[in-house]
Protein backbone atom coordinates (compact mmCIF):
# COMPACT_ATOMS: atom_id res chain seq x y z
CA UNK A 1 0.00 0.00 0.00
CA UNK A 2 1.20 3.43 -1.20
CA UNK A 3 1.38 6.31 1.35
CA UNK A 4 -0.45 9.77 1.22
CA UNK A 5 1.64 12.86 1.57
CA UNK A 6 -0.33 16.03 2.87
CA UNK A 7 2.27 18.32 3.97
CA UNK A 8 5.87 18.99 4.99
CA UNK A 9 6.44 21.33 8.70
CA UNK A 10 9.18 21.28 11.02
CA UNK A 11 9.27 19.01 13.42
CA UNK A 12 8.72 20.76 16.30
CA UNK A 13 5.14 21.95 14.80
CA UNK A 14 2.69 20.39 17.87
CA UNK A 15 0.74 18.20 15.11
CA UNK A 16 -2.59 18.09 16.29
CA UNK A 17 -3.63 15.18 14.29
CA UNK A 18 -6.40 14.02 16.83
CA UNK A 19 -10.49 14.20 15.33
CA UNK A 20 -8.95 14.56 11.44
CA UNK A 21 -9.53 11.44 8.95
CA UNK A 22 -7.23 10.68 5.81
CA UNK A 23 -8.51 10.60 2.04
CA UNK A 24 -10.14 7.51 0.91
CA UNK A 25 -13.34 5.56 1.69
CA UNK A 26 -11.78 3.75 4.52
CA UNK A 27 -9.53 6.29 5.81
CA UNK A 28 -6.67 5.03 8.16
CA UNK A 29 -4.97 7.31 10.68
CA UNK A 30 -2.85 10.57 9.83
CA UNK A 31 1.16 10.05 11.06
CA UNK A 32 4.17 11.77 11.20
CA UNK A 33 7.39 10.57 9.31
CA UNK A 34 10.00 12.32 10.60
CA UNK A 35 13.74 13.00 9.63
CA UNK A 36 16.48 15.32 10.83
CA UNK A 37 14.45 18.78 11.60
CA UNK A 38 11.75 17.71 9.14
CA UNK A 39 8.62 15.83 9.07
CA UNK A 40 5.62 15.23 6.97
CA UNK A 41 2.04 14.04 7.68
CA UNK A 42 0.67 11.17 5.95
CA UNK A 43 -1.64 8.20 6.13
CA UNK A 44 -2.10 5.34 4.12
CA UNK A 45 -3.28 5.65 0.41
CA UNK A 46 -5.69 4.37 -0.81
CA UNK A 47 -5.92 2.31 -3.89
CA UNK A 48 -8.22 4.16 -5.92
CA UNK A 49 -7.38 7.68 -5.28
CA UNK A 50 -9.93 9.81 -7.04
CA UNK A 51 -10.42 14.02 -6.57
CA UNK A 52 -13.91 13.78 -5.40
CA UNK A 53 -15.77 16.37 -2.65
CA UNK A 54 -15.00 14.02 0.09
CA UNK A 55 -11.05 13.52 -0.27
CA UNK A 56 -10.30 16.95 -1.33
CA UNK A 57 -12.26 18.33 1.59
CA UNK A 58 -9.97 16.12 4.20
CA UNK A 59 -7.26 16.97 2.33
CA UNK A 60 -7.70 20.72 3.26
CA UNK A 61 -8.94 19.82 6.53
CA UNK A 62 -5.67 18.82 7.43
CA UNK A 63 -3.81 21.97 5.73
CA UNK A 64 -6.03 23.85 7.46
CA UNK A 65 -5.53 22.12 10.89
CA UNK A 66 -1.92 22.31 10.46
CA UNK A 67 -2.06 26.27 9.70
CA UNK A 68 -3.76 27.43 12.70
CA UNK A 69 -0.58 26.10 14.98
CA UNK A 70 2.10 26.88 12.44
CA UNK A 71 3.75 27.20 9.08
CA UNK A 72 3.18 24.00 6.65
CA UNK A 73 4.69 23.28 3.13
CA UNK A 74 0.80 22.11 1.78
CA UNK A 75 1.57 20.02 -0.66
CA UNK A 76 -1.25 19.66 -3.68
CA UNK A 77 -4.07 16.70 -3.72
CA UNK A 78 -2.46 13.31 -4.88
CA UNK A 79 1.02 12.95 -3.66
CA UNK A 80 1.43 9.69 -3.04
CA UNK A 81 4.98 8.01 -2.30
CA UNK A 82 5.60 3.89 -2.46
CA UNK A 83 6.61 3.93 1.23
CA UNK A 84 7.51 5.69 4.82
CA UNK A 85 11.33 4.98 3.78
CA UNK A 86 10.32 7.19 0.29
CA UNK A 87 8.96 10.05 2.23
CA UNK A 88 11.83 9.86 4.40
CA UNK A 89 14.67 9.82 1.68
CA UNK A 90 12.81 12.70 0.17
CA UNK A 91 12.71 14.49 3.25
CA UNK A 92 16.34 13.99 3.80
CA UNK A 93 17.64 15.06 0.28
CA UNK A 94 15.77 17.68 -0.07
CA UNK A 95 16.12 19.27 3.49
CA UNK A 96 18.13 22.27 2.96
CA UNK A 97 14.99 23.42 0.08
CA UNK A 98 12.44 22.19 2.46
CA UNK A 99 13.67 23.93 5.79
CA UNK A 100 14.51 27.42 3.77
CA UNK A 101 10.90 27.42 2.23
CA UNK A 102 9.23 26.94 5.24
CA UNK A 103 11.31 30.33 6.89
CA UNK A 104 9.83 32.37 3.80
CA UNK A 105 6.36 31.33 4.01
CA UNK A 106 6.51 31.46 8.21
CA UNK A 107 3.38 33.57 8.61
CA UNK A 108 2.03 34.12 5.42
CA UNK A 109 -1.19 32.91 3.85
CA UNK A 110 -2.58 32.96 0.19
CA UNK A 111 -4.76 35.20 -1.16
CA UNK A 112 -6.12 33.98 -5.18
CA UNK A 113 -7.96 36.90 -6.72
CA UNK A 114 -9.63 36.94 -10.08
CA UNK A 115 -11.09 39.05 -12.07
CA UNK A 116 -13.56 39.30 -15.03
CA UNK A 117 -15.11 42.23 -17.22
CA UNK A 118 -18.69 42.72 -18.55
CA UNK A 119 -18.44 42.17 -21.94
CA UNK A 120 -20.78 44.85 -23.27
CA UNK A 121 -19.34 47.26 -20.85
CA UNK A 122 -16.18 47.09 -22.13
CA UNK A 123 -17.91 46.87 -26.03
CA UNK A 124 -19.62 50.23 -25.10
CA UNK A 125 -16.43 51.46 -23.85
CA UNK A 126 -14.55 50.46 -26.99
CA UNK A 127 -16.76 52.08 -29.28
CA UNK A 128 -17.05 54.85 -26.86
CA UNK A 129 -13.35 55.98 -27.01
CA UNK A 130 -11.60 54.49 -30.66
CA UNK A 131 -12.70 56.24 -32.80
CA UNK A 132 -11.94 53.65 -35.76
CA UNK A 133 -13.64 51.35 -33.91
CA UNK A 134 -16.76 53.58 -33.72
CA UNK A 135 -16.27 54.95 -37.14
CA UNK A 136 -16.35 50.79 -38.53
CA UNK A 137 -19.19 50.35 -36.43
CA UNK A 138 -21.06 53.11 -37.63
CA UNK A 139 -20.21 52.38 -41.47
CA UNK A 140 -21.67 48.55 -40.58
CA UNK A 141 -24.87 49.74 -38.70
CA UNK A 142 -25.27 52.43 -41.38
CA UNK A 143 -25.19 49.97 -44.53
CA UNK A 144 -22.06 52.00 -46.09
CA UNK A 145 -19.38 49.52 -45.20
CA UNK A 146 -17.43 47.66 -47.32
CA UNK A 147 -17.58 43.67 -47.02
CA UNK A 148 -14.62 43.62 -45.04
CA UNK A 149 -15.37 45.68 -42.34
CA UNK A 150 -16.92 43.23 -40.02
CA UNK A 151 -13.79 41.13 -39.66
CA UNK A 152 -11.46 44.54 -39.30
CA UNK A 153 -13.87 45.66 -36.78
CA UNK A 154 -13.54 42.40 -35.32
CA UNK A 155 -9.88 42.37 -35.06
CA UNK A 156 -9.41 45.57 -33.89
CA UNK A 157 -11.79 45.45 -30.89
CA UNK A 158 -9.94 42.05 -30.26
CA UNK A 159 -6.99 43.82 -30.05
CA UNK A 160 -8.09 46.69 -28.20
CA UNK A 161 -9.46 44.46 -25.55
CA UNK A 162 -6.86 42.50 -25.11
CA UNK A 163 -4.83 46.23 -24.49
CA UNK A 164 -6.89 47.32 -21.81
CA UNK A 165 -7.13 43.83 -19.77
CA UNK A 166 -3.45 43.21 -19.87
CA UNK A 167 -3.07 46.80 -18.66
CA UNK A 168 -5.69 46.41 -16.01
CA UNK A 169 -4.48 43.52 -14.39
CA UNK A 170 -0.90 44.95 -14.50
CA UNK A 171 -2.23 47.90 -12.42
CA UNK A 172 -3.87 45.56 -10.10
CA UNK A 173 -1.17 43.41 -9.44
CA UNK A 174 1.14 46.63 -9.02
CA UNK A 175 -1.64 48.11 -6.31
CA UNK A 176 -1.43 45.17 -4.51
CA UNK A 177 2.21 43.66 -4.68
CA UNK A 178 3.94 46.28 -2.26
CA UNK A 179 1.33 44.11 0.23
CA UNK A 180 3.02 40.61 -0.72
CA UNK A 181 6.16 38.57 0.02
CA UNK A 182 5.87 37.01 -3.22
CA UNK A 183 3.10 37.22 -6.26
CA UNK A 184 2.46 34.40 -8.39
CA UNK A 185 0.41 34.81 -11.31
CA UNK A 186 -1.60 31.95 -13.56
CA UNK A 187 -3.38 31.88 -16.41
CA UNK A 188 -6.97 32.74 -16.84
CA UNK A 189 -10.21 30.71 -17.74
CA UNK A 190 -13.14 31.59 -18.99
CA UNK A 191 -14.22 35.22 -18.92
CA UNK A 192 -11.27 36.19 -16.22
CA UNK A 193 -8.75 38.09 -17.25
CA UNK A 194 -6.40 38.06 -14.16
CA UNK A 195 -5.75 34.91 -11.84
CA UNK A 196 -2.90 35.75 -9.18
CA UNK A 197 -2.21 34.33 -6.31
CA UNK A 198 -0.40 36.60 -3.32
CA UNK A 199 2.01 35.39 0.00
CA UNK A 200 0.65 38.13 2.33
CA UNK A 201 2.65 37.97 5.95
CA UNK A 202 -0.16 38.25 8.84
CA UNK A 203 1.45 41.46 9.40
CA UNK A 204 0.31 43.20 5.71
CA UNK A 205 -3.17 41.11 5.95
CA UNK A 206 -5.24 44.38 6.79
CA UNK A 207 -3.38 46.55 4.34
CA UNK A 208 -3.06 43.81 1.52
CA UNK A 209 -7.30 43.64 1.85
CA UNK A 210 -7.97 47.25 2.36
CA UNK A 211 -6.41 48.13 -0.58
CA UNK A 212 -8.11 45.66 -2.59
CA UNK A 213 -11.31 46.54 -2.04
CA UNK A 214 -9.95 50.41 -3.11
CA UNK A 215 -8.89 49.10 -5.80
CA UNK A 216 -11.97 47.32 -6.84
CA UNK A 217 -14.08 50.09 -5.98
CA UNK A 218 -11.71 52.59 -7.83
CA UNK A 219 -11.93 50.61 -11.14
CA UNK A 220 -15.45 50.90 -11.03
CA UNK A 221 -18.54 48.73 -12.25
CA UNK A 222 -18.29 46.13 -14.84
CA UNK A 223 -15.14 44.16 -13.33
CA UNK A 224 -16.26 41.15 -11.16
CA UNK A 225 -13.63 40.76 -8.15
CA UNK A 226 -13.51 37.79 -6.33
CA UNK A 227 -10.98 37.36 -4.08
CA UNK A 228 -10.34 33.78 -1.73
CA UNK A 229 -8.24 33.57 1.34
CA UNK A 230 -6.85 33.22 3.48
CA UNK A 231 -5.55 29.64 2.07
CA UNK A 232 -2.73 27.44 2.44
CA UNK A 233 -0.09 28.26 0.18
CA UNK A 234 -0.18 25.79 -2.33
CA UNK A 235 1.42 28.74 -5.50
CA UNK A 236 4.54 29.03 -3.40
CA UNK A 237 5.40 25.68 -2.04
Same mark, same amino acid.
Given at each position: ?????????????? /??????????????????V???????????????L???????? =??????????????????????? =????? +??? $???E???????????????C???????????????????? +? $????????????????????????????? &? +?? &???????????????R???????? $??????? %?????? /???????????????S?????? +???? %??????????? %??
Open positions: MGVYVYSVTDKQHP /LRLDGLRGVGESPGPLRATAGSLCAVVSDAPEDRPKRRDVG =AHQEVQERLMADGTVLPLRFGLV =AASDD +EVR $SALERAEEYTDRLLELAGTEYHLKVAQDEDSLLRQILA +E $SAPARQLNDDIRGGTADPSAAMRLGELVA &Q +EV &QARQEALAAGVVEALPFARDVDS $SQPTGSD %FLSVSF /LVADDQEEAFLTTELVAHQLG +EGLD %FRLNGPLPPYS %FV
